[in-house]
């Protein structure tokens, strides 16, 4: 029977792409979201300090297209005006310009411009954290203020190891293979740490830097891509530093990353932030879009651990499970 109402945890890019298919495909849907607002990864930093905004993308940075079933999407949202082709190019560490084939995309207010406008069409809750889930034929899930939702099938999104912490949370054992298949997905973490300048110049000779990986990964000048109206930095660590320097104080962090950076950022910081992202980037992906289970009701998982590890894998993801939840008759 196609399900006709569906539970979707994560209101990342996975998670709003399959709601938004599921929603114009005549499906009830209903998004949870442990975020104060959409966007998961794709998230931007809104700091208000002496009558300036200060906007920072602390997640991913842009994005590509390559598969044709998201360049329709990002096509409709590119006449909206939701995302643009970055007018900017990076260089390398070495100072050399790097060439990329590839039109890079970015939300033409900040990456969850996306999200942000995907969630305005579907009844999404946030700030609502999943904690249990139980089937009997129906799907149900509990939220931390212990409110629950029921539907014919559920999708979750999370970062794969996250759903599967929930499955355990709730006893619920999964098909061994189906669970070793799962567990073989895991994830980089990433510290990123957010820079705001005084002043109105950039503070890189160009929007981003791609560094060695190691100990620092990219740099980003916000103002120059565009989104926010003050300079302001957002640094990513490589997966090494950040695991070797994740319990350490977020003070002591920002002045190790300052040091690496000392050729390049001269002005003096105003104020800064760091925030961990724990499963940042996953390692290892599942060549395939999705995993569903049939039995006792519909139960999905998706998200950037399938296909490949970034927006697009992620949009990719979502959206083949969506077509293939219609699909089951
Ligand atoms: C630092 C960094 C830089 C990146 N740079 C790029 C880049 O430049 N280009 C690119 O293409 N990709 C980049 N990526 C990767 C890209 O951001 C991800 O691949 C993509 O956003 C993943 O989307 P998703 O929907 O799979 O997961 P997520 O965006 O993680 O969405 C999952 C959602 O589930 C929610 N959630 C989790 N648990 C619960 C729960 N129990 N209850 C309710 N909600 C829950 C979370 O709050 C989250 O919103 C970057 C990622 C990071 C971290």
């Not at 560490?93 to 990329?100: I, L, M, T």
């Not at 302001?232 to 690496?260: C, K, N, Y």
């Amino acid at each position: 029977m196609k399900p006709k109402s569906v539970l979707v945890v994560g209101a990342g890019i996975s998670g709003l792409m399959a709601a938004t298919i599921l929603k114009e495909n005549g499906v009830a849907v209903t998004v949870l979201d442990k975020g104060r607002g959409a966007g998961g990864r794709t998230s931007t930093r809104r700091i208000e300090m002496d009558h300036a905004i200060a906007r920072f993308d602390h997640g991913a940075q842009y994005f590509t297209v390559s598969d044709e079933r998201f360049a329709k999407y990002v096509e409709r949202w590119l006449a909206l005006g939701i995302v643009k082709p970055l007018g900017e190019t990076f260089i390398r560490e070495n100072g050399e310009p790097e060439w990329s084939e590839e039109t890079r995309y970015i939300g033409a207010t900040g990456m969850n411009a996306i999200a942000k406008y995907l969630a305005e069409s579907v009844r999404a809750f946030f700030s609502t954290r999943v904690v249990k889930l139980s089937c009997d034929g129906k799907w149900t899930v509990e939220t931390d203020a212990g409110k629950t939702f029921s539907a014919d099938a559920l999708v979750l999104s999370p970062p794969v190891p996250q759903s599967l912490e929930l499955l355990a949370a709730s006893r619920i054992a999964l098909p061994a293979d189906v669970e070793k298949e799962l567990q073989s997905i895991d994830y980089h973490s990433c510290i990123a740490a957010l820079m705001l300048f005084d002043g109105i110049e950039p503070i890189l000779p160009r929007c981003g830097i791609w560094f060695q990986g190691e100990p620092i990964a990219f740099a980003c000048d916000n103002l120059r891509k565009g989104i926010s109206s003050v300079p302001t930095l957002t640094i990513h660590a490589g997966p090494l530093f950040s695991a070797a320097h994740w319990e350490m104080s977020d003070s002591v962090i920002i002045e190790q990353m300052l040091r690496l950076l000392a050729d390049w950022v001269r002005s003096p910081v105003k104020h800064w932030q760091a925030h961990r992202w724990r499963y940042a980037f996953a390692r290892t992906v599942l060549d395939k879009p999705f995993v569903m289970l049939d039995s006792p009701a519909p139960l999905l998982f998706i998200g950037d651990g399938f296909v490949a590890p970034r927006i697009e894998g992620a949009a990719i993801s979502g959206i083949s499970a969506a077509t293939a939840l219609l699909e089951r008759l």
